[in-house]
Each structure stands twice: as structure tokens, then as C-alpha cells.
């Protein structure tokens, strides 16, 4: 059995992936796969309806919202929320923590002037600015809620924004608790922590849409997605099916406060080995650390790949850092079992005992 640490796509619950695998050939003893069944059939209206409905009831989403899966992944949001919120000749204020909150804020350039109210680029993105002001004239405010990259998460959104706070939850959807009217939009990729890759989940307050001014294309407007159910054309069948077969899986568990709990307790006891373990180092500041990728490096650079080997031979598989810093990525998606994790303290340990 591997061990998959790997950031994305990331890993899946077992149970799942075998039921996964059994609608392939014969979806719900209909005796026709799930990926030829027509997406206006009963069958997979009543998927995609009990998909919507788990993320309603998982997350509390309060009347007023609408939830959308679409296809594009988070970096087609990066252009839909601008183009859906952000006003002709108006403003978008953005938090820069990573490189996929730089990506989001290039492309409302598209739309409108962008104010970037802090960033913590100088340092690698190693924390979360919080020495900022939320300018009240800007359409709404974007934030990244865990950079997937550097192993930083934000521990406590933004409560009282005078304007709508926009969030990309690609890399932590569904692993903590959150309070969706604190948002007015919120996007997030599947393949990280709720499904296969190929379909974005959107949470949007309704109230928001429909005040640009501008035309958007059919496919790009969130209106004309909630009017189609999430339907205007094909949907993603498949990805939605694994989603829904995760999120009941989430239920099943005890839901998101059940699962935030144990994705804490897997998240100590790492920081704590790292912490400890003098021949590793972690990158992100204390209180910023993500309990969803926890990135470290080696103390001695040269201890790098042999403790890559060391975890490969223990079937430890997607350690190894994002390019752009570098050192090991430890992704402990809510998929991944705390037993996971006592395998990789476990190599910690017998590295540094071969090595002393
Ligand atoms: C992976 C990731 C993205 C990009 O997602 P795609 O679905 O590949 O476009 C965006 N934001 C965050 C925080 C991510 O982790």
C-alpha cells in the first residue's frame, strides 16, 4: 500500500475510488456505465442534485447562495470572478499569498484596476500579511484560504469586510470549518481535497450577480450556470459523481467538524516531529502554518534525496516540494489516514538515527 502525500490531484478515500470503479462498468444496476449515461437522465440528475445538496448541508450554506459545478478548475475562476463581480472601470482589491493568488490577480487586470493590499512576496510567501485595511471602494476583496506551495493557511478570515470577500479554498475546502455568509463567493478546484480533478466547485451569493455592466458569454456567466442547474451544457458527469461519493463519505465520518478535528491532530503531531527532529527544518511561520500541506526542508541539503529514496522504500510517494521552494511537501489531504502520517514520522526518525 502507498502512502500518497502527493498535492494534487490528491489522494481519495479507498471506499470511494472502489465505488468509483464498479459505476465505471455498471452504474447503480442500470447496466450501462456511468461515463454513457445520458446527463439528463434521472440517474445522474439525482447525482448531481445529492452533490449540491452535500454541499449545502456539509458546509451550511444559508439561503441565498447558489452551488455550481463547473468545468476549468480554480484558474478558470481566477477570470470568472472578476468577469462575473467586478464592475466596468471598477476596482478589485487582492491579498497576494502565493503564486496562485499572483495568478488570480492578473487576470482581473482584465477587468479592472487591481489594489494588492499586502503581500508577503519578499519573503517567499513564508506568512500571511495581516497588517492591512480593506478599501471599502473596491468590488470585493480576494483571498487564497491555504497556498498549497509554501504551507501557509489563513486562520481567521475576514468577518466584517465592508465589501463581499471572494475565496479560492482550492488546497482546504471541506477539511475546517468555515462561515459561508462570510463570503460572497467561494471557488475551489476538486482535485485537491473533494474529488478528481476536471470539476470546480462554486459556492456565490446571488445578489452579487448580474452588476457589472457587461455582456458575459453564456458559459462564463455564473447567472445563466445557475439557471441551467449546473447544466447549460454537459457537465463534467464523472468528477461530479467521485465528488458526491467523497462528500458522502465526509458525512459519513461525522461531517466537516469530525474531519477538521482529526486533520488537526495529523497536522500536530508532523509540525511536532519536524520541530523536533533536528535534521529537518519547516518553512512556513509558526502561526501561519496550513494543516493541509506542510512543507520542510532538510536541514543539510544534501540529506534531501536520500531521504527521498528512504520514503520511496517505505512507499511514501509525492514528498517532494513545489519547484519554487523547494525541500519536502507533506499534503495530508482528509483522505489521508493519521496512519500515513505515522509513516512518514516513523522514516523522520530512522533517517536521522542512520545519519547521527
Ligand atoms: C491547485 C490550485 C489552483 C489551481 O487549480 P486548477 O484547478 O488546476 O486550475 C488554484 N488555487 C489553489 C489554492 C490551488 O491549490
Known amino acids: 500500500m502507498k502512502h500518497n502525500f502527493g498535492a494534487g ?16 462498468i455498471d452504474f447503480n444496476g442500470t447496466g450501462l456505465s456511468l461515463l454513457e449515461i445520458s446527463h439528463r437522465s434521472p440517474e445522474f ?3 448531481l442534485d ?3 445538496k452535500l454541499v449545502k ?47 488570480a490577480l492578473k487576470e482581473a487586470k482584465f477587468f479592472g484596476e487591481v489594489q494588492v493590499v499586502a503581500t508577503s512576496k519578499e519573503s517567499n510567501f513564508t506568512y500571511i500579511p495581516k497588517d492591512y485595511e480593506i478599501p471599502a471602494d473596491a468590488a470585493y476583496f480576494h483571498i487564497t484560504s491555504n497556498n498549497t506551495i509554501y504551507g501557509t493557511q489563513l486562520k481567521q478570515f475576514p468577518s466584517s469586510s465592508p465589501i463581499p470577500v471572494v475565496c479560492d479554498m482550492s488546497s482546504d475546502i471541506f477539511s475546517r470549518k468555515v462561515n459561508v455568509a462570510d463570503f460572497g463567493l ?24 448580474g452588476k457589472t455592466g457587461r455582456k458575459i458569454p453564456a458559459m462564463f456567466n455564473y447567472q445563466v450556470q445557475i439557471e441551467g442547474g449546473s447544466m447549460y ?6 468528477a461530479i459523481y467521485v465528488s458526491m461519493l467523497t462528500l458522502n463519505w465526509l458525512k459519513a465520518k461525522g461531517g466537516v467538524e469530525a474531519i477538521e478535528k482529526e486533520n488537526d491532530a495529523k497536522a500536530k503531531v508532523l509540525y511536532e516531529e519536524i520541530d ?7 518553512v512556513a511561520a509558526t502561526e501561519d502554518r496550513s494543516h493541509m500541506n506542510v512543507c520542510f526542508v532538510a536541514a543539510n541539503p544534501e540529506h534531501e534525496k536520500p531521504f527521498l529514496k528512504l520514503c520511496d522504500e517505505k512507499g511514501i510517494v509525492g514528498l517532494k516540494g513545489h519547484r519554487s521552494v523547494g525541500g519536502f511537501r507533506a499534503s495530508i ?7 500515513s502520517v505515522y509513516v512518514l514520522i516513523d522514516a523522520m526518525q530512522e533517517f536521522a538515527e542512520k545519519n547521527k
Open 9 to 24: 490531484p490528491g489522494i481519495l478515500p479507498h471506499e470511494v475510488l472502489k465505488q468509483a470503479a464498479a459505476a465505471v
Open 45 to 47: 440528475e439525482a447525482v
Open 50 to 52: 445529492e452533490a449540491v
Open 57 to 103: 448541508e456539509l458546509f451550511e450554506v444559508p439561503a441565498g447562495y447558489s452551488v455550481l459545478f463547473l468545468q476549468g478548475g480554480a484558474s478558470t475562476q481566477f477570470a470568472l470572478a472578476p468577469y462575473n463581480l467586478l464592475p466596468e472601470g471598477g476596482k478589485a482589491a487582492y491579498l497576494e499569498t502565493g503564486v496562485w493568488a499572483n495568478k
Open 186 to 209: 467561494i471557488y475551489a478546484g476538486a482535485q485537491k481535497n473533494m474529488g478528481p480533478a476536471g470539476v470546480t466547485l462554486v459556492i456565490v451569493k446571488d445578489d452579487l450577480l
Open 233 to 238: 451544457n454537459t457537465p463534467p458527469c464523472f
Open 276 to 282: 523536533r527532529n533536528p535534521f529537518f527544518k519547516a
Open 333 to 339: 489531504y482528509n483522505a489521508l489516514p493519521i496512519t
